[in-house]
Structures are given as C-alpha cells and as structure tokens.
C-alpha cells in the first residue's frame, strides 16, 4: 500500500486542542499537541510510534515558521494570508488557502506539483483536509507546512507581503529595508481596495 495521503480533520486548530493526522486506513501518521492559545505557540509534531520527531515554531513577531522535521528544518513564509505561501528549503509556491480548497504545491524551479490538498469526507470522522503527494519522502514536510498554513489563517497572522521581482531599484530598496515588518490582514484588504479603485 503506498501511503502517499493523509487526512485531518477540517476543525482541528480551530478547536485549539491536541489532534492526530491519519493514514487513509485510518491508522496515526502524526500527532500534534501544543498550548493553542494563540500563533505564538510552538506545536510538537509526535510520530506515529510516540516520540518526538519535529515542531512548528513561529519567529518572535509569528511572521514566520520554522518546521523543524528530524534533523532538516524549513522556512515557512506567509506572503499574503489567504492567498500566497512559500516553504524554503522546498522551493514550494503555494497559491490557495485552507479556507478554500483544493489547492497545490507548485515546485518552483520545474513547475511539478508536488503536494495537493482538497476536502474530502473520510470515513465516518467527517470532513477532513486530504493531503496528498507525488513522492512519499516529502509527505511530512507537506503535513507540517499545511497544518502552520492553518494556524496563520486560524489567527489571521501577518503577512510578508507579495515581492515584486520587477521591481525598480528604488522598490527593491524600500522591500528590503521595510521587510520583516509584515502587514495584518486589515492592512492587506486596505491594499487590495486602493490598488482596485
């Protein structure tokens, strides 16, 4: 059996509580447990055989996510909440939100889709995110990278902003010394409603 998916359920960081990720026979792939008071909480990714093997832990500000898998650990990096995500270490540009599946992860370099989530009913355990990807080796970074997506849309947290790689010197200069800041998702709607009027 290749176990190249795997399901949680769709609630799950909005009930701020402890969970568990499932093969799709119905065994546990992952669990997490954290505090769940708010972004800033680091959450510790257990195996399926009890021990600790990998966290999400936010920066000081929350801008973004360190996934810690092992001994490897990627960025994950909010460039517009609801919209736009990136994981370094993975080259993965990640256009879509939990809030509005189906969505993929796009490698950037060759343009495969390397993960793709969707809702699914799973079993008798109700709507759940179907985390699915193309090489197996990579199903646990793509689990983490989904669930510090859900905890960012879950506490609306900042965002990096979209970088612009056409921009003119003086822009570059301004994303760079700006940068780190991050923009609440009220500055991002202000965005987006002046650059459409």
């Known amino acids: 059996m290749k176990n190249n998916k795997v399901y ?12 568990d990720v499932w093969y799709e026979d119905g065994d546990v792939f992952l669990s997490l ?13 257990f195996g399926r ?12 500000k929350a801008l973004t996510y360190y996934l810690k898998l092992e001994r490897w650990e990627y960025v994950f ?10 994981i370094n270490g993975m080259r993965w540009q990640i ?17 495969h889709k390397e993960a793709h989530v969707q809702l699914v009913d799973f079993k008798n355990r109700g709507a ?3 985390i699915r990807v193309r090489d197996v080796a990579k199903l646990r ?20 902003g979209l970088k612009n790689p056409g921009a003119t010197k003086l822009e570059k200069a301004k994303n760079w010394l ?16 002046g650059g459409s009027a």
């Open 8 to 19: 949680f359920p769709v609630d799950a960081i909005a009930r701020h509580e402890d969970f």
């Open 33 to 45: 447990k954290g505090a769940w008071s708010g972004e800033r909480d680091r959450v510790v990714i």
């Open 49 to 60: 055989m009890g021990g600790e093997m990998g966290s999400i832990k936010p920066d000081a």
């Open 77 to 86: 990096h909010t460039l517009h909440l609801f919209e736009h995500y990136y």
């Open 95 to 111: 256009d879509g939100s939990l809030a509005n599946p189906p969505f993929d992860f796009t490698d950037e370099e060759d343009g």
């Open 128 to 130: 759940c995110y179907e």
């Open 141 to 160: 970074i793509a689990t983490a990278a989904v669930i510090a997506m859900g905890i960012k849309e879950e506490y609306k947290g900042l965002s990096e």
């Open 178 to 193: 700006f940068s780190g800041k991050g923009y609440t998702y009220e500055e991002l709607l202000a965005q987006e409603e």
